[in-house]
Nanobody, 128 residues
Framework: QVQLVESGPGLVKPSQTLSLTCTVS??????????WNWVRQRPGSGLEWIGA???????VTNPSLRARTSTSRDTSQNRFTLQLDSVTLEDTAEYYC????????????????????RGQGTQVTVSS
């Protein structure tokens, strides 16, 4: 059974950096042809694909967030991280990590049915 667990601060101040970690069990993040994604859902909005890190360690990011986003991984701990810089109130959302068998774009990554597994999500609120 593959499990993904998100962790990070629930509250971040505007202009600060948000850092989230996804710890994976039951599968290796280096296993070929799997992709490890970050997605979010803002209040009243649909799913937004943020980006992904591939099994090879390459990263792909939603163009709308690329300037503020970085994704990395720690293979020794089997986890990957999201860093979102200069957060604003608009970054308040439920953040999820999820595994997929395909590399998504900002359009194709908006459908939960396309993911193999996902975490339960972590609420992040941006507020002063």
């Amino acid at each position: 059974q593959v499990q993904l667990v998100e962790s990070g601060p629930g509250l971040v101040k505007p202009s600060q950096t948000l850092s989230l970690t996804c710890t994976v069990s039951g599968a290796s993040i280096t296993t070929s042809r799997f992709y490890w994604n970050w997605v979010r859902q803002r209040p009243g909005s649909g799913l937004e694909w943020i980006g992904a890190i591939t099994y090879a360690g390459d990263t792909v990011t939603n163009p709308s967030l690329r300037a503020r986003t970085s994704t990395s991984r720690d293979t020794s701990q089997n986890r990957f991280t999201l860093q979102l810089d200069s957060v604003t109130l608009e970054d308040t959302a439920e953040y999820y990590c999820a595994r997929s068998s395909k590399l998504f774009t900002s359009t194709t990554g908006r459908d939960w049915s396309r993911y193999n597994y996902r975490g339960q999500g972590t609420q992040v609120t941006v507020s002063s």
